[in-house]
């Protein structure tokens, strides 16, 4: 437990809590899988389907059931690939178009938001393709870029520093313990 400015406490994650309770605070995924397993509740999925999944198990709902796995099956790419390459349905992010985009782009290359995102919904274009695409979208890349839901160590991390711009890398760990010892509310 951790005590907050309000001296109130964050209670230990048991299947004791209620629902509500459960999402006043923030929670590892450790921690809600270690709930999961105690409570007989599905711990696939997201954090944040499974903190769903949980708050409604706690409070005597219907749990809703996990999300489907993404089909993570199919043909892959294999070296060696050029630019007439086809992406196929179910491509990952894989090593070997790694190295084909350092070759293409240079090292500049890395897989953001928009190239991970072209690479899974890409199936029937080309590598060529997927490059024009990189370059295509460099100048959104440079800007801001909202951090999802589900990173929010992220996102306190890149408000901190915001806020805080010559502050440490220890100052901000220890606000982010601070930050989430605190309930939601």
């Given at each position: 437990?951790?005590?907050?400015h309000v001296?109130?406490?964050?209670?230990?994650?048991?299947?004791?809590?209620?629902g509500?309770?459960?999402?006043?605070?923030?929670?590892?995924l450790?921690?809600?899988?270690?709930?999961?397993?105690?409570?007989?509740?599905?711990?696939?999925?997201?954090k944040?389907?499974l903190?769903?999944?949980?708050a409604?198990a706690?409070?005597?709902?219907?749990v809703?059931?996990?999300?489907?796995a993404?089909?993570?099956?199919?043909r892959?790419?294999?070296?060696?690939?050029?630019?007439?390459?086809?992406?196929?349905?179910?491509?990952r992010c894989?090593?070997?178009?790694?190295?084909?985009?350092?070759?293409?782009?240079?090292?500049?290359?890395h897989?953001?938001?928009?190239?991970?995102?072209?690479?899974?919904?890409?199936?029937g274009?080309t590598?060529?393709?997927a490059v024009?695409?990189?370059?295509?979208?460099?100048?959104r890349?440079?800007?801001?870029?909202?951090?999802?839901?589900q990173?929010?160590?992220?996102r306190?991390?890149?408000?901190w520093?915001a806020?805080?711009p010559?502050?440490?890398r220890?100052?901000?760990?220890?606000?982010?313990?601070?930050?989430r010892a605190?309930p939601?509310?």
């Open positions: 437990m951790s005590a907050n001296g109130e406490s964050r209670p230990a994650a048991t299947p004791e809590l209620s509500a309770e459960l999402l006043r605070w923030y929670w590892t450790e921690e809600l899988t270690g709930l999961a397993r105690r409570t007989g509740v599905p711990a696939g999925g997201g944040a389907a903190t769903e999944r949980l409604a706690l409070d005597g709902r219907a809703p059931a996990p999300a489907p993404a089909r993570r099956g199919g892959q790419l294999k070296a060696p690939v050029d630019g007439a390459s086809v992406i196929p349905e179910g491509q894989s090593q070997v178009l790694r190295e084909f985009f350092l070759r293409e782009i240079g090292p500049g290359f897989f953001d938001a928009f190239m991970r995102e072209y690479v899974a919904r890409g199936a274009r590598l060529a393709d024009a695409h990189w370059h295509a979208t460099r100048q890349a440079a800007e801001p870029q909202e951090v999802g839901a990173f929010e160590f992220n306190f991390l890149r408000d520093h806020r805080h010559d502050g440490t220890d100052q901000a760990l220890a606000a982010w313990r601070e930050h605190r939601r509310d």
